[in-house]
């Protein structure tokens, strides 16, 4: 990012979730475990073939020997999440307006944190609807708590 004198914002630090279908055997759960996950499939949002691992959406556990799936269209995400009882990472902040009501986030009981935020470039500062979808994003993020 230095090289490309981009700059990181970080917009909050929150706990690292899971998201499955209602229909998952561990949906119920309150909390769960890297090793209450090690029998279903991991999947991966992927948006495109440049992405680095720095600016992925799920948090990359490299240590599991899980099925992992890459898909790059999220209604085949959410669909392959039902059907093979698969489940993806999310940080704790998703917001009901995103989040299909047949899935549920359930929190990993584990240290590990993320950062949400946003790159810019550093010496370019934000236009006004840049400025404006920042603060709506804090806005959010504030009424998650």
């Known amino acids: 990012m230095k090289r490309n004198n981009l ?19 561990l949906a119920k759960q309150e909390m769960l475990t890297e090793e209450d996950l090690t029998d279903y499939p991991f999947i991966a ?8 691992h720095y600016f992925a959406e799920e948090y990359l ?8 799936i890459e898909v790059s269209d999220r209604a085949c995400m959410m669909m392959l999440m039902q059907e093979l009882n ?3 990472h999310v940080a704790g902040i998703a917001s ?3 989040v299909n009501k047949e899935f549920v986030i359930i929190p990993i009981d584990e240290k590990k944190k993320t ?15 840049g400025k ?8 959010t993020i504030n009424k998650q708590g």
């Open 86 to 88: 698969a489940y993806t």
């Open 61 to 68: 556990n490299e240590d599991t020997e899980n099925v992992n």
């Open 115 to 129: 950062e949400v935020g946003y790159i810019k470039k550093a010496n370019i500062e934000l236009s006004e609807y």
């Open 96 to 98: 009901e307006n995103i």
């Open 7 to 25: 700059t990181f914002h970080k917009l909050v630090e929150c706990n690292i979730c899971v998201m499955v279908h209602e229909s998952h055997p």
């Open 45 to 52: 949002f992927e948006s495109g073939k440049h992405n680095s």
């Open 132 to 139: 404006k979808y920042i603060d709506k994003l804090i806005s």
